[in-house]
């Protein structure tokens, strides 16, 4: 009411732009309360209802499918009662969101089914006496639900939720596992009982899915290549018969007017093939739900499309085919001018005839393609009522959205002419190997090569020629397919930036930038006062005492930041100043880096809020009503929230213990994991880096801050000294009291990644409205109240909280956590077990027993909530909500996603109208709690008409990115999830395509309950559970913006490891994706243009990632081809191709334009450039290994149909990676792809030497490999010789371990494989080849042996048959191999029988002689060398085709007995004691033990070379990797084991008091005097020291 008074009072110009202002509000003035309370809960009602309401008006719409079990006309009644509910009786209003509520409550996971609880409430509410409207009597209701109806389905998933395989119920029937979308789909199908609706591709068939889904984009994309290569044609870039005297692109002639015919022809099949398979596979996967209706079920007239494209490509590929004129270009026209080289077909008469049917049908196909895949409305069922809403703006975006996308394939069209084509010159079929096959319809005159001559098709030169040509043209193809991919990086980067300067952020970040914080005068000081209102100092003073808390000021550094804005930090008043001369503005840069940051972004966010940018855009701030201390502020208008934070057992607050451990050498070496030394297997990480302790590293990274802390210890008292060594020296010895360690441990806490530093930043919300006068008079008069529990809530979901299998010091850090937060609005909510401890469960009972009257143990499953009781000093029980079924359904690897079953355990106790999830690795900065309010009103504007539904579901905002501090890892890490989330995130939004990938996005609290929860958690599909909460929003055309005015801390992986495992993780998500109906029902109906855009919004970088591995395989095959051909260096110059050079700049370069470009904008060009270019380097050996294990991860995804949850654990940085982690890590994913390479490599170079060619060094190919093999070395921490010792000793005993060797210990060897934690290279392997043929399907075993089968057959096409005699020297060795083998095993496996195998494969020269006689080595060995490396690679492949022929007959009998009733359990047993023998025979294990020792001995030639690095450079491979500080450490010391901190000693040394950040060494603002500092340093036993004063 105060802001509506305030806007009556404005000016006719505001009263003009607010027309639309809340009309209703001026009623409930003139009202009284109950009027007010009437609309506020008709208004809730239909916030609560609107899922329900938009179900009944999809399912009234059913038309002949409507479903029997319900009603039309009580359908549209029920919707005209949710959305037209003013006037019904408010006490029945609030009875019908009670009931919704509790099936919520007690459907446990079913939340996640909105549409199928929508259904279930349609029966209750029917079955009493439905939602009676205004003009009929209400009376009392009793509603009845059917628990068991309510969970149908849920026990199906807990039985069987495998989506891929065929499995018994227990009503008999064999069925697909279920998962959540089968269930809501069948509440929108309207069906009694839950039935899988849905066929999700299993294997290989995500493939189908991947071209089907995308066949907008792939088809526009391949149209672009069609349109580059038509211009080419008479660009004359090419060879002068191809690219000249063609005609004008208006006027074709020529190869010209023959690519218009034959491009119609094999477009016009493509779709024939397109829509058979469509068809087909469209029909499969939906057959479960024909009959019914439901989104993306295929209507009629969705089929009769399709069948009508089909058609209609059949008819003009006949009617081109029927019309064609095909011409061959004379072979003078290559040295004549145009006047001399007229095509006969170009006349004006002859021209439209012939070319009337193709361009005829381009037309056409032009028309039915816009037609067919116009953008559909709604995607799925809408959000919410009021369909124009979502129709407002949609029109300009679309336009926005079209141009941009038809800028970006314009310049893929220019890079394709101009660069990409070229590469190619001469290199085509006719005219480089003279095969005339289709010569005539490309239109060039015939020539001579060498399958010229009859019969010679398939001799060895023309295949080799035909090869290299087929395989330049493919890689060339794949180039055009992903440049769009790094066109699209340019473009974000630049719309980007553009957006970025419209939303304020030039200079967001520059911290040189000065800050004026003197009342009245100063600029900031008045955007402060307009933002915040009159009392903006004490946000200002709650702000410096969070930051010197927090230990990132000193306590002279906040008493001067304070009397900046005249006031104290004591009594939060305004002070006079004492001398107006020494008033200036604040320079950031003197203080510490992250502080300086912080207040940096906070200023220059505020003038976002003043002026609303973005999605804001349009509302208007009043400082009197909105500011949050304004005269006429009301708490009500504070936005009430509850932020989530779901946690496993991810550590809580670092232990005494943890931080002291470390220095020692066994502390760097794969634990236990019972902790007993020698005992058990170790197979966890380490616990160190077995040179300094863990806390000696966490200081080495914030030096300045650990000074601040020990400053701030002594200052209160609480240590004798304020020396920062003497504090780490008597925390090492235990010498401190519990209170001071525990403050020691929070400070480390909130350094590293971990739950607590996420609680006390989520807390800071609380502490910042706690700071507001208004705030605090309301909870004054309400005592019994927890400030400011109203308005916001924090809830910590520990997962493993009292359960056995949980971590005894997590629940004690938990319980300190509580306990020191008190009094802020934090709750526990916990998964009560059969496996939960015995305290637990008491608690549980006491609390049951006192208000619910059960007995003892009454539930075996249930969610409690707990907050911390400060009179018994423990937990108390607040709520405990029964369940039927455990967090997680299913069993194995097919159990619901984790995260998202844990937030969901929380988010039934949220009430906030407002949600967030916060990841265990994030933190906030007050000042941020202190903008969320105004970020909060973006949902809902207070000037909004209707109030009923929000202009956003979703709204994301910035991440800092803590962990780029924690080394050269944390850093490149750090700038990728930086630059996506804000660049790129930016430009997603204004393409109105921005998903929600993650944390800490808001979400409106009524959507995630009634319309499927904030994240997806069905079992191997929703991997990534965080996006599909987009496609949800996405598909109901809801809106998902993101705003830059605020940013909330976020850590990632800092280690090598950890960092690999996450892309691996969110790599095997994306294909989990594609397989998804979700993914399916958008790229169906989103449009062309936006199709676009969620292709990039989706799967684009990881499938582009996928297809740039496959070129660096094509490029080394590509110039073995050439070599065979005797193409070389010489003969590709003569033909102009570009292949003749080294392709020394990656296209991946671009890559960096969006983070150039956002630095640039928000710190300046100079750090920009200095950040970006000092990064490179690291950068470059980081993301080439990266990209390989997203290439791989994929491929594992594609093959298995298993999408795999890595937890990374996310260690710290300087934790050691031991050479038996790392292979087992690698050793798929990066080590046999990288022998496969360098092989490649190899015999491309032997045979370029032998043949006397000049050789192409390829640079980028010799990168890529060595970087799979040693980026892991480059990137561990201290490369010292005792480590190194340790790691070779532990390695070759892992290399030569027996266990898992014997036969009965094959299902601890497949039990240890699918975890992760083998013991031996022996498990390591075997474990990979059973999983193999049991995981992949019958279909793609007998698949990948026919492809193997196709490779030989192309090899004994293009390998000369002298080379292929040298394979019976190789199947001699084998066969001599055999014999061992079987010895090995009838001998109880001895050492010496295996090892000898090796001796026996170096015999293959001497024994060569035996076979071919003095061929073999004639005129001497290393002539040979090419035949012996080409055929011992050739005989590796027939191996490899042999041992998957054998295995996958023995796979097909496996399936045999099982389908005749067999035992499954025996048939596999059986089966994996046939893999175990295979596993030798076809020596699998000897090769891989061929290739551990190459690593061994890389390893160790690497690490001894970054020893003597760091021995003779001065620590220069540890201060690259780690820090400065760690630099500065003696090469054989220990940090802070004999001497302070480096910027302490610089301090002592010099006689200043020098507190910077670690890698910048920034210094103090706040200047003394020498002869003041000199009366400091005097007096440092009793003062605290100015830490950061001016060096000199």
Same mark, same amino acid.
Request: glycine share 6%.
């Given at each position: ?33 109950s009027a007010i309370l009437d609309r506020a809960m008709e208004v809730l009602h239909c916030r609560c209802m609107e899922g329900f309401g938009q179900w009944c008006v999809y399912v009234s719409k059913g ?235 295929p209507t009629c007239l969705h089929t009769l499309e399709h069948v009508l494209n089909m058609c209609f490509s059949g008819a003009g590929l006949f009617w081109v085919v029927l019309h064609m004129n095909f ?317 989530? $934070? ?12 943890? !931080? ?364 990534s559970e965080d996006i599909f909460a987009g496609y949800n929003v996405r598909m109901r055309e809801e809106n998902s913006p993101h705003v830059d005015c605020l940013e909330f801390e976020k850590g990632r ?168 982690? $790392? ?13 496969? !390479? ?355």
């Amino acid at each position: 009411r105060d802001r509506r008074r305030h806007l009556d009072s404005q000016s006719d110009d505001s009263d003009a732009d607010l027309s639309d202002a809340d009309s209703e509000l001026d009623s409930c003035l003139a009202s009284d309360d109950s009027a007010i309370l009437d609309r506020a809960m008709e208004v809730l009602h239909c916030r609560c209802m609107e899922g329900f309401g938009q179900w009944c008006v999809y399912v009234s719409k059913g038309g002949f499918s409507m479903p029997s079990t319900v009603e039309k006309e009580v359908l549209i009644a029920y919707a005209e009662a949710v959305t037209k509910n003013q006037g019904r009786n408010i006490a029945r209003l609030f009875a019908e969101c009670l009931l919704l509520r509790t099936l919520e409550s007690i459907g446990e996971q079913l939340i996640c089914c909105p549409e199928r609880l929508a259904f279930i409430y349609y029966k209750i509410v029917t079955e009493a006496d439905g939602l009676p409207m205004p003009e009929e009597a209400v009376g009392p209701s009793k509603y009845q639900i059917d628990y068991e109806d309510l969970q149908d389905g849920l026990a199906q998933m807990q039985h069987h939720s495998n989506p891929y395989i065929l499995k018994k119920m227990q009503d008999g029937t064999w069925a697909r596992g279920l998962n959540f979308d089968d269930i809501n789909e069948s509440g929108i199908q309207c069906r009694e009982k839950i039935a899988k609706t849905y066929n999700e591709p299993a294997s290989w068939h995500v493939v189908i899915d991947a071209v089907l889904c995308y066949r907008v984009p792939i088809m526009m994309k391949i149209w672009t290549m069609m349109v580059a290569f038509y211009i080419y044609l008479g660009s004359a870039r090419g060879n002068d018969i191809t690219t000249m005297n063609n005609g004008e692109w208006y006027w074709p002639q020529w190869i010209r007017m023959n690519f218009i015919q034959w491009s119609a022809m094999i477009d016009a099949a493509s779709w024939i093939v397109m829509e058979v398979l469509y068809i087909v596979y469209f029909t499969w996967q939906r057959f479960p739900s024909l009959g019914y209706r439901s989104p993306g079920l295929p209507t009629c007239l969705h089929t009769l499309e399709h069948v009508l494209n089909m058609c209609f490509s059949g008819a003009g590929l006949f009617w081109v085919v029927l019309h064609m004129n095909f011409a061959e270009k004379p072979a003078l026209c290559a040295q004549t001018d145009l006047d001399q080289c007229v095509d006969p077909r170009a006349s004006l008469k002859m021209l439209p005839k012939i070319l009337s049917p193709a361009i005829g049908y381009w037309a056409v196909r032009m028309l039915v393609f816009f037609v067919m895949n116009r953008r559909r409305f709604p995607i799925f069922i809408l959000g919410s009522s009021g369909n124009p809403r979502f129709r407002q703006g949609k029109f300009q975006t679309d336009v926005l959205v079209n141009a941009i996308w038809a800028l970006m394939l314009g310049t893929c069209i220019f890079a394709e002419v101009c660069f990409i084509f070229p590469s190619v010159r001469g290199m085509d079929l006719n005219s480089l190997c003279g095969l005339q096959s289709g010569a005539n319809m490309y239109g060039l005159p015939p020539m001579m090569g060498k399958c010229s001559a009859k019969n010679s098709k398939f001799t060895f030169d023309c295949v080799s020629c035909v090869t290299s040509v087929a395989t330049a043209q493919m890689l060339v193809f794949l180039t055009c397919l992903v440049d769009i991919y790094f066109v699209f990086y340019i473009y974000s980067a630049i719309v980007g930036s553009v957006m970025g300067q419209r939303r304020f952020l030039n200079d967001l970040k520059n911290t040189g930038v000065p800050i004026d914080l003197r009342p009245g005068a100063g600029r900031e000081a008045r955007l402060f006062e307009e933002v915040f209102g009159p009392e903006w100092q004490r946000v200002w003073c709650a702000m410096i005492k969070h930051l010197l808390d927090e230990s990132y000021l000193s306590p002279k550094q906040a008493e001067g930041l304070a009397a900046a804005a005249r006031c104290t930090l004591d009594s939060l008043s305004v002070v006079a100043s004492k001398d107006a001369k020494r008033e200036k503005p604040i320079n950031l840069k003197k203080f510490n880096h992250i502080a300086g940051e912080r207040l940096a972004f906070f200023f220059h966010s505020l003038k976002s809020i003043k002026t609303p940018s973005g999605p804001s855009r349009g509302t208007k701030f009043i400082g009197e009503t909105d500011a949050l201390t304004g005269k006429s502020f009301d708490i009500g208008s504070v936005p009430t929230l509850t932020m989530i $934070i779901p946690a496993y057992n991810e550590t809580v607050i670092p232990s005494s213990a943890f !931080l002291r451990d470390g220095a020692l050498r066994e502390d760097a070496t794969n634990q236990n994991p019972d902790g007993q030394v020698g005992v058990g297997d170790p197979t966890l990480p380490p616990v160190g880096d077995g040179v300094n302790s863990n806390l000696a590293f966490i200081v080495s990274q914030f030096p300045d801050e650990w000074i601040y802390l020990a400053e701030m210890l002594h200052q209160k008292g609480m240590t004798e000294d304020p020396s920062s060594h003497r504090l780490y020296k008597r925390f090492m010895i235990q010498a401190l009291t519990s209170e001071v360690e525990d403050e020691v441990r929070i400070w480390a806490m909130l350094r590293t990644q971990s739950v607590g530093r996420t609680v006390v930043g989520a807390l800071q919300y609380g502490n910042a409205l706690a700071a507001l006068p208004a705030i605090r008079q309301y909870y004054a008069q309400r005592p019994e109240k927890r400030i400011p529990e109203d308005h916001m809530e924090v809830i910590l979901c520990h997962q493993t909280y009292g359960n056995t299998d949980g971590d005894p010091e997590n629940d004690k850090a938990v319980r300190m956590l509580l306990s020191r937060n008190a009094n802020s609005s934090v709750f526990l909510v916990f998964d009560l077990t059969p496996t939960s401890g015995v305290q637990v469960k008491n608690l549980v009972d006491e609390f049951l027993t006192k208000n619910g009257g059960y007995g003892v143990g009454a539930f075996k499953y249930a969610s409690v909530k707990c907050r911390w009781n400060p009179t018994h000093q423990d937990v108390e029980v607040v709520a405990v909500l029964p369940r039927k079924f455990p967090l997680r359904l299913g069993s194995g690897d097919c159990k619901t996603q984790g995260k998202a079953c844990n937030q969901l355990n929380g988010l039934r106790f949220a009430t906030g109208h407002y949600c967030q999830a916060l990841d265990c690795n994030m933190g906030v900065f007050i000042g941020e709690g202190f903008k969320v309010p105004y970020v909060l009103r973006t949902f809902m504007p207070m000037d909004r008409k209707n109030r009923t539904a929000p202009k956003c579901r979703y709204l994301g905002f910035r991440e800092y990115i803590f962990t780029g501090r924690e080394g050269t890892v944390g850093k490149c890490h750090a700038s990728a999830e930086w630059t996506f989330g804000t660049i790129y995130q930016r430009f997603l939004s204004g393409m109105g395509t921005r998903m929600h990938y993650g944390h800490p996005d808001f979400v409106d609290g009524f959507w995630v309950r009634n319309r499927g929860g904030m994240s997806k958690s069905s079992p191997v599909v929703n991997l990534s559970e965080d996006i599909f909460a987009g496609y949800n929003v996405r598909m109901r055309e809801e809106n998902s913006p993101h705003v830059d005015c605020l940013e909330f801390e976020k850590g990632r992986e800092s280690t090598f490891n950890s960092a690999s495992n996450f892309f691996s993780k969110i790599s095997g998500g994306s294909i989990a994706v594609i397989r998804s109906r979700d993914n399916h029902l958008l790229c169906e109906r989103i449009g062309l243009a936006h199709g676009w855009s969620f292709y990039f919004t989706s799967v684009a970088f990881y499938l582009s990632n996928l297809f740039i591995d496959m070129s660096i395989y094509l490029y080394v095959l590509l110039f073995i081809a050439f070599t065979l051909a005797d193409i070389d260096l010489a003969k590709l110059h003569e033909l102009g191709s570009t292949f003749q050079t080294e392709w020394v700049m990656s296209m991946g370069m671009f890559s960096l334009f969006p983070q150039l470009l956002e630095m640039v904008l928000e710190f300046g060009a100079m750090r920009a450039f200095r950040e970006v270019l000092g990064m490179l380097p690291a950068a470059t050996f980081f993301f080439i290994f990266q990209n390989k294990n997203i290439a791989s991860a994929l491929r594992n995804g594609i093959a298995t149909g298993i999408a795999k949850y890595f937890f990374t654990g996310r260690p710290m940085a300087n934790q050691h990676q031991t050479w038996r982690d $790392i292979y087992v890590t690698y050793w798929k994913s990066h080590y046999k792809p990288a022998f496969s !390479l360098m092989t490649a490599y190899i015999i491309y170079q032997v045979l370029v030497h032998q043949t006397f060619q000049g050789a192409l060094p390829m640079v980028l190919v010799v990168i890529s490999f060595s970087s799979w093999l040693v980026t892991p070395i480059i990137f561990s921490p201290f490369p010292r010789w005792p480590l190194i010792e340790q790691d070779i000793r532990e390695f070759s005993a892992f290399l030569n371990g027996t266990a898992g060797k014997e036969e009965e210990e094959l299902p601890e060897v497949v039990k240890r494989g699918s975890s992760g934690k083998v013991r031996t290279l022996w498990e390591c392997g075997l474990a990979n080849e059973i999983s193999t043929f049991l995981d992949s399907t019958l279909w793609l075993c007998v698949m990948t042996v026919v492809l193997r089968v196709i490779g030989v057959c192309f090899m004994m096409l293009i390998i000369p048959a002298e080379i292929l005699d040298f394979l019976w020297i190789f199947i001699l060795v084998w066969s001599i191999n055999l014999v061992l083998i079987r010895l090995y095993l009838i001998s109880g496996q001895n050492n010496l029988l295996l090892h000898g195998q090796t001796v026996v494969w170096l015999l293959c020269v001497p024994l060569g002689q035996l076979v071919l006689g003095s061929r073999a080595v004639s005129p001497t060995v290393i002539t040979r060398l090419p035949e012996l490396v080409i055929a011992f690679t050739i005989f590796a492949y027939f191996l490899g085709l042999a041992k998957d022929t054998v295995l996958t007959l023995n796979k097909v009998l496996l399936d045999l007995r099982v389908m005749a009733g067999g035992s499954k359990t025996i048939a596999e047993r059986h089966h994996n004691q046939f893999v175990r023998k295979c596993f030798l025979y076809f020596q699998v294990h000897q090769f891989d033990m061929a290739e551990a020792y190459f690593i061994i001995i890389a390893n160790t030639a690497v690490s001894l070379i970054l020893m003597l690095v760091d021995r003779l450079f001065f620590n220069v491979h540890t201060w690259w990797l780690l820090n400065r500080e760690m630099g500065r450490t003696a090469f054989d010391g220990q940090y802070l084991a004999k001497s302070p901190p480096q910027i302490e000693s610089d301090q002592l040394r010099d006689g200043t008091s020098i507190g910077t950040n670690s890698e910048l060494g920034l210094e103090d603002s706040f200047q003394h005097t020498p002869t003041q500092a000199g009366h400091n340093n005097h007096h440092m036993s009793a003062t605290p020291r100015p830490l950061l004063q001016n060096r000199h």
